[in-house]
């Protein structure tokens, strides 16, 4: 007899890729449960109008389909932007912070149907069942879960392939090119298949967002960010809306081939995974929010923002979006943003971006303290005092080691002859 709780109905959040298209039939099979599927457009780059259609041909009784882009790059990006949020020193987290999101509207969904559980297609050892179901449980603790790839009898992605095969149902994949992609307008994972030999490069063909730097074209361009209170929001001076912003900055930065990244990172479960990631507008604005925060906010501060960075980037990564840290830490941001405003210029080249201006209204950069030249306004002689004061601990503790040195030689080492 099966232990399996079973449910009425069950929204599944559903990408249309193999996991999430085997789910439903072998939802059907194993709950006796009608099946509403729930997608999310986070900028996939995918033409989601046939996913409604294949969704309740595999057996659905009811397909959402939601445009999410603008409110996935207003309430989610954005605030990790300005965060300076990035894992272990490389990851921008486009898919954790997608994740958050999905999960809040699935459960919307389910209270919209009357849904008494929610079902989503992570893996045992990933870091995104830590995220959909935190999020689930924050926002929907009334809700089951189910999680499909920690119960079914496909130990593998190849018997899913035969799975989906078996019983007719198109999915976007071959038993020769198993890659696991997860795209959204802020980036791309990579994963699977070859790529977790940790000595394999990466093949040509997985790439998604990014051309082979040595195909990039030629020479250089620059480009000028602008950002108001830590958010972009004009390139080159021309004003434009986040999801726009970010379309025309993958484009850019993606045709020079900026933004890869081949990392070993630490999961959440407690192993180690090889992801392969593409992030072109990420790396960009990452990198120019960064710098006008070096001009526009003073040293202690600066130094501070970098460790709630670290903690940001962390909350994000471990699923832990719907917590009352990550709002606390907003307040403490926010703060920090207040004079996040300017712009700067990048230089792009294949494979390549890097600074060559930065300028702000509320910079607390001051040619006159900094310059060595004519015009030169610093105190040379107040910097006497500051040295003896500054070196004060430090000459304090070489007096009383020299002392208790000296003090602790035998006799014989200190009498004169």
């Known amino acids: 007899m099966s232990t399996r709780k079973q449910y009425k109905k069950i929204v599944c959040a559903y990408s249309g890729g193999l996991d999430t298209s085997v789910m439903i039939p072998w939802l059907k099979e194993h709950y006796g449960a009608e099946i509403i599927t729930y997608t999310g457009d986070l900028g996939q780059g995918e033409d989601l109008s046939g996913i409604k259609a294949k969704a309740l041909r595999t057996g659905a009784a009811h397909a959402e389909v939601d445009d999410l882009q603008e409110r996935f790059v207003r309430e989610f990006i954005w605030p990790s932007v300005r965060a300076s949020a990035v894992y272990e020193g490389q990851y921008p987290m486009h898919t954790a912070l997608g994740r958050p999101l999905l999960a809040q509207r699935l459960v919307e969904v389910a209270e919209k149907y009357g849904a008494d559980a929610v079902a989503h297609g992570c893996t045992a050892k990933g870091n995104d069942q830590v995220r959909f179901e935190v999020t689930i449980r924050s926002l929907g603790p009334q809700l089951g879960v189910v999680a499909p790839l920690r119960e079914w ?39 699977c298949g070859e790529m977790e030999d940790l000595w394999n490069e990466p093949p040509d063909d997985a790439w998604q967002m990014t051309k082979d730097p040595s195909h990039a074209p030629k020479g250089s361009v620059e480009i000028v960010l ?18 726009e912003l970010l379309n025309h900055l993958n484009d850019l930065a993606g045709t020079f081939g900026i933004g890869r990244m081949d990392m070993v990172e630490n999961r959440v479960v407690g192993l180690k995974s090889r992801e392969v990631y593409e992030a072109p507008a990420a790396t960009l604005l990452l990198m120019a929010h960064t710098e006008l925060e070096r001009i526009c906010l003073d040293r202690p501060t600066w130094h501070y923002k970098r460790q709630v960075s670290q903690d940001y980037a962390n909350i994000i990564y471990e699923g832990k979006w719907f917590g009352p840290l990550r709002h606390a830490l907003d307040g403490f941001i926010e703060r920090t943003q207040a004079t996040v405003t300017g712009d700067v210029r990048l230089r792009l080249s294949a494979g390549l971006a890097r600074i060559t201006g930065r300028r702000s209204p509320l910079s607390l950069y001051d040619t006159g303290l900094a310059t060595y030249s004519e015009g030169d306004t610093f105190d040379r002689e107040s910097a006497t005092g500051f040295m003896e004061l500054y070196s004060l601990s430090y000459r304090t503790v070489a007096a009383v080691r020299r002392n208790n040195q000296l003090n602790a030689l035998p006799e014989s080492d200190t009498r004169k002859d």
Do not use: H
């Open 226 to 243: 602008s950002f108001e209170k830590g958010i972009p929001v004009a390139v080159d001076g021309r004003p434009m809306g986040g999801v």
């Open 153 to 191: 009898e496909m130990l593998t992605r190849e018997d899913e392939v035969d799975y989906a095969i078996e019983r007719g149902i198109p999915i976007p994949i071959t038993r020769e090119k198993p890659y696991s992609i997860d795209q959204n307008i802020w980036g791309c994972a990579i994963e």
